[in-house]
């Protein structure tokens, strides 16, 4: 039955009020609900937004925050008023770290926003920071050891372990200029393929002989290599008698033409530099003119703090000079300074310490009262001075404090350079003084940016083959890095038995954790056994060394057969067993050499009487090893044209010589005249040491870049195996000894 339209109306009536009370009910709900929620509470950690906590800051401590609203923009500030102090700075402390902001104090009662510094460090916390550091040694011993460890760390840390294959290509030069009593030249050197550092090369107008070699990197200044100071500085110290290349950082000056100005806040840019000054270095010290000898370094600034890493790095540096960077409390301010993780090394290490890896070398440190050197004749110098003293070379390191000059390379920081450079390169300080004896550096041409170009005025000279954009980069840099572990020319190798390690899986990691290439098994005693102690041809023995080798990128590259060193390969009975023992481990472990030590009792040279046998069972061995596809390296004690005339009585391509530099030596026979006689051909491998003595680093009779140079000549390629050359004070401490070797050859070799 239908209702009446009197019922329908006012049941809708009633619906509609129950609607509208309803809604009443839900915004009001709502309200409460956030209000509730707007409501600052334990329950939502108390959080404001930034902008407004710095706003009510300012307005409680009556002070000025200046600030982008870019840098606040949706950040929040979690127990926001539970972290107000009585003092403002202590408020904005706790307020703006767990952001990673900070403020700078520009005057009274006014701060500046800023993101958090990490290389920038309060000045007490930077000095308590360096005697941290230098409490862990306090003898010249245990500093040698610190630096053992931290070199190759360092280079680790930048990725310079393994250098990439340097292109070998000729600079490209441009526009050379005679000025009045110096030239110059442009010049780009190609440290990867297809990417080049640029620079100008300053030389003498007029020079006799060898001349010193000055390498002067750039700062973030403006301008760059192309301003006048750069300029007035590189100039004065041709016309005293050095050849001088300033040159770009990566993605500054001439760079910008492959790569984006942002690309120089990466931290890779730190790699490339310190590459660029080795490529740079590489090319000038291989001129006929240039005096290896004497090779200083100068830079300011950002090139001041690179100066320090390439001094510590490359021991071709004779003499450093940072100007306006060195700091215990300032670690660099760019990632081309900081942005590898260089200070991890050592438990962390600064830049002071880093400074003092140079010792005893002669260092000028220039420092002013404008930036974060302010003070260091206060401190840091101390600690210097300090470990100058422990070689006795305390006038070796110079300090010139400006504390009225600003952060700048102006002509009291230039003074100090050509003073400290005309003392320890032997320059002539004379040819920048006036009559009165006044230094003047500023009487020449100053020519503007163009004529420093390289590749043209709009870089239209820029090769087609350049490298542009930094992912590229960045993949050329890893894939040549690749490419030169594969392909490495020369490999540095450790021996177990000096590891104190004889056939055992320590030596593996051992050699892994030294940073060397490989490790040389021995192949176990032998005494009145018919074969050696062998543990190798056990199965599960031999894999388990093959399987650590291989997880830590160990190469095994010889075995050897030591039990010849006190027994008589010549004289004993039976041989033929054990050097057939060692060929069949060696087909199991896949190793291609052997070393067979001729030992005491069959010296040739004091017994020449036990010649014929030697030979004899030689021609033997070295049938087998042919036979087995593998060589056989012999050390004697004779002279290379008679280690030349024996492999011809041998008559066998398998048994080659196993040269030990010690041996020549020893005999006061010339080292780069015995490698020129054998040859490549007639080496297997290289015992790369001396007796135990010194490091090989500091060993007088071996110039070991002599030593690359002559092998790069022969043409040779492969091991060079450290056995000795252990400092006579802690022979015994292997890490300390072979580490210091390892990370020696490689720095030479590779």
Known sequence: MTQPAYFRTTKALRHKATLRKSFVLL???????????SQVNSDNQYTKPLKEVLNDIQ???????????????????????????????????????????????????QYKLSTFEYYRWPVDEGWAELDRIAAQYKTVEEWEKRKAALVPCLREALQ??????SPGTAPIKTNLRKMNGYTIENMAIEILPGVWVNGSLYKPAVFKGKIPVVLHPQGHWDKHRYRADCQYTSAAIAKMGAMLFNYDMFAWGESLLQFKGEDHRRSLSMTLQTLASIRILDYLLAQKDADTSRVAIVGGSGGGTHTIFVTALDKRIKVSAPVVSLSSYFYGGCPCESGEDVHACGGRTDNVEIAALAAPQPQLVVSDGGDWTDHMPEHDLLYLQKMYSWYNKSDNLANVHLPNDKHDFGFNKRKAVYEFFAKHLNLNLKAIQASDGSIVDTTITVEPEKAFYVFGDNGENLPARAVKGFENVEKLFADEVKKAKENQRYKIGLIDLMLLKRQKLGAITLTAQLKADGVEVDMGGLGTRPTFDNQLLTDSVREQFLKTAKENNVEIFLLAMTGYYAQSFCGREEYKRSIEDCITTMKLMHVKTAFLPLGVQCDLKKNPAVRDSVIARLKVAGKMAQDAGVVIGIETALSAKEEVQLLKQINSPAIKIYFNFSNPL????????????????RICMIHATNKDSVWLENDPQIDMYKVKKCLDEMGYTGWLVIERSRDAKKPSDTKYNYGANTAYLKKVFQ
């Open 160 to 165: 310079l372990t393994t250098l990439p294959a």
């Open 666 to 681: 020893k005999e006061g026979r010339d080292l780069i005249s015995e490698l020129k006689t054998l040859g490549k051909d």
């Open 59 to 109: 307005k409680k401590y009556g002070v000025v925050i200046k600030f982008a609203d870019t840098m606040v923009a949706n950040k929040k500030v979690t127990y926001a008023e539970w972290k107000y102090r009585p003092d403002v700075e202590v408020t904005l402390d706790n307020v703006l770290k767990p952001l990673e902001l900070k403020v700078k104090k520009e005057k009274d009662k």
């Open 27 to 37: 915004c009001a709900f709502l309200s409460l609900w956030f209000t509730a929620a």
